[in-house]
């Protein structure tokens, strides 16, 4: 009795680690992967200015998942960019 209970076990746990685990830490590998590429093809800097790459990774960020990383993402930026533009045009002013 307890061999087939044991035998059933590893069978369950096999078919779970090729059915479920393993494909998911593929596809996050993957995933992972994809953005130290795109990392490494756009420097902080460029891609904090560019409004579409910031829109593109919020939705990346939204979509798996990590809403209030996003949601301080988003809110951190447009003050970021008020303070450039505020700096930027307190220099360009004439005194």
């Not at 590893?10 to 995933?31: Q, S």
């Not at 996003?70 to 005194?95: L, M």
């Amino acid at each position: 009795m307890y061999t087939v209970v044991t035998v059933l076990s590893v069978l369950v746990l096999l078919a779970l680690w090729f059915g479920l685990y393993r494909p998911l830490i593929r596809r996050l590998d993957r995933e992972i992967k994809d953005v130290r590429r795109l990392l490494l093809v756009l420097p902080d800097e460029v891609s904090k200015s560019i409004p579409s790459v910031v829109a593109a990774g919020r939705d990346m960020l939204l979509e798996s998942g990590a809403t209030a990383v996003a949601a301080s993402v988003g809110a951190d930026a447009p003050t970021a960019v008020a303070v450039g533009a505020s700096a930027a045009q307190s220099d360009a002013s004439p005194s």
